[in-house]
C-alpha cells in the first residue's frame, strides 16, 4: 500500500512539474562575449519550483529568479539532482557573487548583497568563462515583472 502511495504521489506532482516548466517564458541574457538561454521564473510558483527533478540542462541553458525586490536571497538545492552554480545580480544586473552547489542539499547559498535576480547554471560554468563578480549581464530588460 505504501508503494502506491508513493508511486500516486510521483504521478501526482509530474503534471505540477510540467505546468511549472511550461509557463516559464525563455530569454536571451549575455555576460561579456557569451550567450546564455534562460527561462525565467518570475512568479512564486516557479521561484518556489526551480529546477528541481530535472536531470540535465543544456551547456548555456539555465533559469533565471527574478525577486519581486532586492533583498538579500539563499538558494538550496532540495530535490534538485544537476549540480549548480548560481549568480546573484543586483538591480543594474552586475554580479554580487557567485556560489557552487551540491545536489540534493539544504545548504543555503546567500547572495553578498540585495539582488533582484538569480541565474543558475549547470555548475562551473561561470568560472569556465572566466565570469566573476562585478561583469554585468544584459538582456533583463526584456523580462517580465516579478509576481
Known amino acids: 500500500m505504501r508503494i502506491f502511495t ?5 504521478l501526482l506532482s509530474a ?22 538561454s534562460v527561462e525565467v521564473a518570475y512568479t512564486h510558483a516557479t ?19 527574478v525577486f519581486p525586490q532586492p533583498d ?3 538558494m538550496w538545492m532540495m530535490n534538485t539532482d544537476i549540480p549548480l552554480s548560481v549568480a546573484f545580480l543586483d538591480e543594474g544586473g552586475a554580479i554580487l557573487n ?3 552547489m551540491m545536489p540534493r542539499t539544504a545548504t543555503a547559498h546567500r547572495s ?3 539582488s533582484k535576480y538569480a541565474i543558475e547554471m549547470n555548475r562551473g560554468w ?13 538582456g533583463l530588460d526584456k523580462l517580465p515583472a516579478a509576481e
Open 126 to 138: 561561470f568560472a569556465a568563462r572566466n565570469i566573476k563578480p562585478g561583469d554585468r549581464v544584459t
Open 112 to 114: 553578498a548583497g540585495a
Open 98 to 100: 557567485i556560489a557552487d
Open 6 to 10: 508513493a508511486f500516486l504521489a510521483l
Open 47 to 65: 521561484r518556489s519550483q526551480g529546477l528541481m527533478y530535472r536531470q540535465s540542462l543544456g551547456e548555456n541553458s539555465g533559469m533565471l529568479f
Open 15 to 36: 503534471p505540477a512539474v510540467a505546468q511549472a516548466s511550461a509557463e516559464m517564458p525563455v530569454r536571451q541574457l549575455r555576460i561579456s562575449n557569451h550567450a546564455l
Open 72 to 74: 538579500r536571497y539563499s
